[in-house]
């Protein structure tokens, strides 16, 4: 086993696909999979699970990867230490609900902590995609909240594939709605409020079901609905159309602008926001710094509150 099968694994994993981290590797696709082949035969496990739709972490691989990382990583920090050796491309990958803080904080993250090289990726994805990228780690971490009424249903998954969820904070629901629109004037709106505005919310795709909503009250039956798949285009209907959506009450005026508003919902529910991350991996520097950024943003928001 080298350090260089070290890398090329973790490479993989983050393009999500040989052909892709070969590219990236200038390296033959065929000679990074006999590379990988012959790490597993040299282990006696299986890595990835191949199929005619990719590939993906086995268990043993899960569990290899993370050891993988911290050899890659300790290396690294010897040979900038002793050799002042160049330091490596920095790694980093998070899937989140579409929510403006992530962003924020993935921001931060880059201007305070981002080296001469490093390639980052943010999903802004669907509830089921988040959870299957921590569990492949193509992410290592991924954001999105749990209630009453999917908290069954998200911890089973989660646990079924390995996952932990450490929550960030607890939200009461607000809508978000143009400053235009009328309810934008009104200290709190009620459900029934609501009914004479289409409602906005993200679709899920092939996993549409009601436990993976991104909004609270996804089962009660609305007249007007239009679910969308990104969040610009969201706010652009919220504005165009009068419309409105149900979340935590966080907006950046960096990201969003001042024409969309937070407006308090009166409802018993709450929305617990947290992090997931696989159990058996130890998340890498940059992660955890993320992990920083993103809960200075929330408690600087909560206490403005």
């Not at 679910?227 to 005026?253: C, H, K, M, P």
Request: charged letters at 20%.
């Amino acid at each position: 086993m080298t350090l260089q099968q070290l890398k090329y694994v973790i490479e993989i994993v983050h393009c999500g696909s040989i052909n892709e981290a070969a590219k990236r590797l200038f390296l033959s696709q065929p000679s990074l999979s006999k590379a990988v082949k012959e790490l597993e035969a040299e282990l006696g496990i299986a890595i990835f699970v191949r199929t005619s739709r990719g590939i993906t972490l086995s268990t043993d691989g899960a569990e290899f990867l993370g050891y993988a990382r911290q050899v890659v990583e300790q290396a690294e920090l010897l040979e900038g230490r002793y050799l002042n050796a160049k330091p490596a491309r920095q790694l980093f990958s998070v899937s989140t609900q579409h929510y403006a803080f992530a962003v924020n904080a993935f921001v931060d993250t880059i201007k305070k902590h981002g080296a001469d090289e490093y390639q980052f990726t943010l999903r802004e994805t669907r509830t089921y995609e988040i959870i299957e990228d921590v569990k492949n780690l193509r992410s290592e971490i991924g954001i999105l909240y749990v209630s009453s009424f999917n908290e069954k249903v998200i911890s089973q998954l989660l646990k079924d594939h390995g996952l932990l969820f450490e929550a960030l904070f607890e939200a009461k629901p607000h809508v978000f709605v143009s400053v235009q629109n009328p309810l934008a004037k009104q200290s709190s709106v009620t459900l029934e409020e609501l009914e004479a505005y289409p409602r906005l919310s993200f679709e899920q795709g092939e996993f549409n079901s009601f436990y993976y909503a991104e909004e609270l009250f996804s089962t009660l039956p609305h007249q007007k609905s239009i679910q969308v798949s990104d969040r610009a285009t969201l706010f652009n209907l919220l504005i165009g159309l009068n419309g409105y959506t149900i979340s935590t009450g966080i907006l950046s005026e960096d990201l969003n602008g001042t024409d969309i508003v937070p407006v308090p919902l009166q409802a018993e529910e709450t929305m617990t926001v947290g992090w997931i991350a696989h159990e058996k991996i130890q998340l890498s520097r940059v992660a955890q710094l993320y992990l920083k950024e993103l809960q200075s943003i929330i408690d600087g928001h909560l206490a403005h509150e």
